[in-house]
Every structure is written in structure tokens, then in C-alpha cells.
């Protein structure tokens, strides 16, 4: 039987060490939602939005008050919009109608972000998903809740440099009609590399065409606990420090799982996968750069940090696979620089540079995350940075990303605000080289190779 | 049989056990361990129970407990025993 420490344990996981479910994500196929005639398609896509996800709230609700565990936010994801847009949208203000009814079915069932808004085009573009992408500015100004994401390559089909030199122009377009909200637009577009079908966590969720006609994919977070957990292993060698880890991961993992089955069975939807990854906030003791200090740096961006981050990330990745009955999605340590507060004093000390980041992505999920720029960054630049970050998840056949923001009117020394879980930051330098001609060539990046790995 | 484990922390005072075992009975909820310890004057006690025979849903349970907390100083939590299980027992 259960014992009193046991108990008090997790209890004191949950309250003071941020212990939560990040996120229950249902994703909603929307492929039956095809028409030719865009209104049709519109009315179809709101009705089976609300009709799938009318309980979920209340279901979330639930779970958190029988077991006593906060589940934060519930959203939705949903068939990449350029997939199922094609026939009805004949330009790009066609899809930003499309991206309102997305907001106001999320609006109408309560959940705080819907994820989808997406065009998966690692390879080529059709015109309807070049309508999408050029929609974006105008979607994600004129809507508060929809996110979207852009896949532009993959290890199997290379990088579309087309697409990556478009999402550029993307990016920037989107920060100046956000521009009196300091750029947050940004905050909701993300640019992917192998960007993964079942992914739970905003702005990069969507629902693939992989997938069944609905899913709950549940994400768990918790680097206070893994943090408390590393308090007490100062001096202890590396095997000791793994195996803390690995067993604070599991725990944490447990407890996803447990959240999972419940929802799909209260929802009567089947369960996805439950992706581990270690999602920090801005809360104080939420966050993955306290854990790489209790590791033993000064600050994140210190020589060690890259070391650091691949154990942190491959042990919570062990420690979580056998808690789960299906792990997928992300899965591993995320290195947001305005949602985490240690990584935003990293900055501030001068630590932590974009440069080291991108060295760090090499080894974590993800990529550059919520990351403010000098609003007069080049869209060049941006592309350029895009480029090295899809490079990064083609050659090491994992998942990486840019969500970048580059703010309007405020350059290096500034600050950002941009509230709640978003958080706030320093604007970070960008090299100020340029790459206008290696961007501007066009093309794609043919498939790596994948033998002779050195 | 439906496991409940409700935990009660706080101030040590009179009649915390008293207060909280007369709303179980009250509620027809069945206790079946209880472990208790003092750690520096504070209260931590923790109950395993049986809620199958009650009529109110978890949700009423979990807040009718919280505020008699709140009435009598202490912080009472009443969770499914499964997050602890799942936690702790593979």
C-alpha cells in the first residue's frame, strides 16, 4: 500500500516544485472537411471542431480536481490548413477566412491555442500552400488564438531553400502587423525540420495526415522537479547524476501517462502518444536552465552547456520511455529563451549568445525558440539562421526549429514583454553578416547522405 | 472499492482527526489506514479511504474537504489514489 512519504512526495512535486500537464491536445482530423465551396467548407470545419472538442475542458476539469494535479492548458490541433484548403482557397485571403473559423470554434469550446494553421512543404510548394504561407502575416494578426507552423525540410527530402527564403519575408511580415504588440505574432509561428505529426506543444502543433480521425496527445512538463531532484546530487559522479534523472523523469512521465488514459477514456477518444519533453515557464524554479546550473554551470552559454543539455535531454528520454505505453511528439529538454527566466538572466549576464544556442539545439528537441531579434534584422538573416537550423535537424535526423521574433522598434539592450506562459526577454544580438546571396539562390538542398557518418 | 487518499497538513491543534473523520462519516466514506506524524509542530496526516458508498461525485468530495480545511486552519487534499501508484509502484 501507498506510504505517507510517498504521498507528501508527490504532493510536494505538484505545489512546490511546478509539477503539471502542460498540455491536453486533441487533434481533430479535418481532411472530411473538404469542399470546393469555401463557405461549406467553413461551416464543416467549425461544426466539427466544436463537436469533437465540446467536452474537453470540462474533462480536463475534471482530471485535475480527482487527482489533484493542474493540467494548464488544453488545446487543439488539427490537419495542416494548406492540405485541406486547397480546392476552396484561391488566394490568401481565402485562408485567412479560414484561419477566423478556426478561431472561432477554439474560442467557442474555450481552449486557449488551436495549432494547424501549417504547410508541410520540405520539398515543394503548391500553390495552395504558397497562398497559406503568404497568408500568415494577415492570419496570425487578425486572430488571437490560431498557430502556425511551416515544415521546410526534412532528412529524407533535404531543405526547401524556396520555402526558407519565404519564410524570412514571412516572419518579418508577421512582426510588422503585430508591431504595436511588440512583434508578438512571431510567438505563434514556428519553422520546422522533420516537424513530427503528433507534436502536442504550441505554436508547432498539428495534426498529421498519419494520424486517426481524432487523438489525445497529452504533454507532460516538469524541470522544477527534475531540479529539486539535482539539489541533492551536487558532487555526485556523472552515473549517480543520470540515474536521478532518469527516476525523476519516470515519476514525472507517470503521471502524463496516468492524465492521458484518463482523458481518452472520459473523451472516448484513443490516446496518441504522451511527449516527455521538459517545457519550462517563466514561474520561478520552472525552468531548464536551473537544472544545467544544479549541473554544475554558472550559467547556460558556459563551456559544458552542450554536454550538459545532451545528458539532461537523453536521460529524461530514458527515464520517460518505459513510463509511457507511446512516447512521441518532441520528447526531450526545451531551450525557450523568453519562457524560461534562467535562460533570460543567462542573457543578461552575457552568457548566453544566439550562437550557443544554435550548438545546443544540436542535442535537445527543438531549435530557437522564442528568441526576440532587433526588429531591424534583415529577412535575409532570418532565413539564414532558418537554413542553419533545418541543416542542424536534416543531417542529425531529429526535429529542430526557429521561432524567432523579430520585434519592431526595439533593437539590442531592450526588452520584450509578452505575458503570460510567453514570458518576456532580453533582444538578442544577430550576426551582422550578410547571407542575402546564399539565400537568394533558390532551389533546394538535396538529402544528406546516410552512410559515412562522421 | 474506489481508493481515496485524503492528506490533512497544518498547524497541530485539538480535533483536526475529530473534524475530519465526522465528514467521512457523514459522506458514508470508510476509512482504512490512517498514518500521522509531527514534524516541527506541523500536523501531516494521511488517510486511505473508500469512497465507492459515497454519494458525491470527487469533484464535490475534493472541495466540500478543502473548505473545511479552511475552516479549521489546515490544508486537505483528496486525490484518486491512482496518481500515487502510478508514481511510485511500477
Not at chain 1, 491536453?24 to 473538404?34: A, P, Q, R, Y
Not at chain 1, 487578425?142 to 519575408?169: F, H, P, W
Request: aromatic share 4%.
Amino acid at each position: 500500500m501507498i506510504n505517507i512519504f510517498e504521498v507528501n512526495e508527490t504532493n510536494q512535486m505538484i505545489e512546490q516544485e511546478n509539477l503539471d500537464v502542460r498540455t491536453i491536445t486533441l487533434g481533430v482530423s479535418l481532411l472530411d472537411c473538404i469542399d470546393s465551396d469555401l463557405e461549406k467548407m467553413r461551416e464543416r470545419v467549425y461544426e466539427k471542431i466544436v463537436d469533437k472538442a465540446k467536452n474537453l475542458v470540462s474533462v480536463g476539469r475534471e482530471i485535475e480536481m480527482e487527482y489533484g494535479i493542474p493540467i494548464v492548458n488544453k488545446r487543439i490541433s488539427v490537419t495542416p490548413i494548406a492540405l485541406i484548403g486547397g480546392n476552396a482557397c484561391k488566394s490568401p485571403e481565402d485562408f485567412v477566412s479560414l484561419a477566423k473559423v478556426l478561431d472561432e470554434a477554439v474560442k467557442a469550446v474555450q481552449v486557449n491555442f488551436i495549432g494547424g494553421y501549417s504547410a508541410l512543404v520540405s520539398k515543394g510548394m503548391t500553390p495552395a500552400e504558397e497562398y497559406l504561407i503568404r497568408s500568415i502575416p494577415q492570419a496570425l494578426a487578425e486572430t488571437d488564438r490560431v498557430c502556425s507552423s511551416v515544415n521546410v525540410g526534412s532528412t529524407k527530402t533535404g531543405i526547401n531553400m524556396d520555402a526558407v527564403k519565404l519564410m524570412g519575408e514571412v516572419i518579418l511580415d508577421t512582426a510588422q502587423k503585430t508591431k504595436d504588440r511588440d512583434s508578438c505574432g512571431c510567438t505563434k509561428l514556428v519553422v520546422f525540420c522533420n516537424a513530427p505529426d503528433d507534436n502536442p506543444f504550441m505554436a508547432g502543433a498539428f495534426h498529421g495526415v498519419t494520424e486517426a480521425d481524432s487523438i489525445i496527445n497529452v504533454g507532460v512538463s516538469g524541470p522544477g522537479v527534475v531540479k529539486r531532484a539535482l539539489e541533492n546530487a551536487h558532487g555526485v559522479d556523472f552515473e549517480t547524476l543520470c540515474e536521478t534523472i532518469k527516476r525523476t523523469a519516470f515519476k514525472v512521465t507517470r503521471v502524463g501517462q496516468l492524465v492521458a488514459q484518463e482523458a481518452s477514456r472520459r473523451l472516448g477518444v484513443p490516446f496518441g502518444i504522451l511527449d516527455l519533453s521538459l517545457a519550462p515557464t517563466p514561474a520561478v524554479g520552472d525552468s531548464v536552465a536551473d537544472i544545467l546550473r544544479e549541473i554544475g554551470l554558472e550559467h547556460p552559454g558556459a563551456p559544458g552547456t552542450t554536454a550538459a543539455l545532451a545528458l539532461l535531454n537523453d536521460q529524461v528520454k530514458k527515464g520517460g520511455v518505459m513510463a509511457s505505453s507511446a512516447v512521441g511528439g518532441l520528447s526531450g529538454a526545451f531551450i525557450p529563451v523568453s519562457e524560461d527566466q534562467g535562460m533570460i538572466d543567462a542573457v543578461d549576464a552575457g552568457a548566453l549568445t544566439l550562437e550557443k544556442l544554435e550548438a545546443m539545439t544540436c542535442v535537445c528537441s527543438v531549435g530557437l525558440d522564442m528568441v526576440a531579434i532587433p526588429g531591424d534584422t534583415p529577412a535575409s538573416a532570418i532565413s539564414g539562421m532558418i537554413a542553419d537550423e533545418a541543416a542542424i535537424g536534416m543531417i542529425n535526423q531529429k526535429t529542430t526549429a526557429v521561432r524567432v521574433i523579430p520585434v519592431i522598434g526595439k533593437g539590442v539592450g531592450e526588452t520584450v514583454e509578452f505575458g503570460g506562459l510567453l514570458g518576456h526577454g532580453p533582444i538578442m544580438p544577430v550576426n551582422g553578416f550578410s547571407c542575402e546571396e546564399f539565400v537568394e539562390r533558390g532551389g533546394r538542398i538535396p538529402a544528406p547522405i546516410h552512410s559515412f557518418k562522421n | 472499492m474506489k481508493k481515496t487518499i485524503i492528506t490533512v497538513v497544518g498547524q497541530d491543534k485539538v480535533g483536526i482527526i475529530a473534524k475530519v473523520c465526522t465528514y467521512l462519516s457523514n459522506n458514508q466514506i470508510n476509512i482504512l489506514d490512517i498514518s500521522q506524524t509531527i514534524v516541527q509542530g506541523y500536523f501531516n496526516m494521511m488517510m486511505i479511504t473508500d469512497t465507492s458508498k459515497s454519494s458525491k461525485d470527487m469533484g464535490v468530495l475534493s472541495q466540500e474537504l478543502a473548505g473545511l480545511g479552511e475552516e479549521i486552519g489546515m490544508v486537505i487534499r483528496c486525490q484518486n489514489e491512482d496518481i500515487f501508484t502510478k508514481m511510485h509502484r511500477i
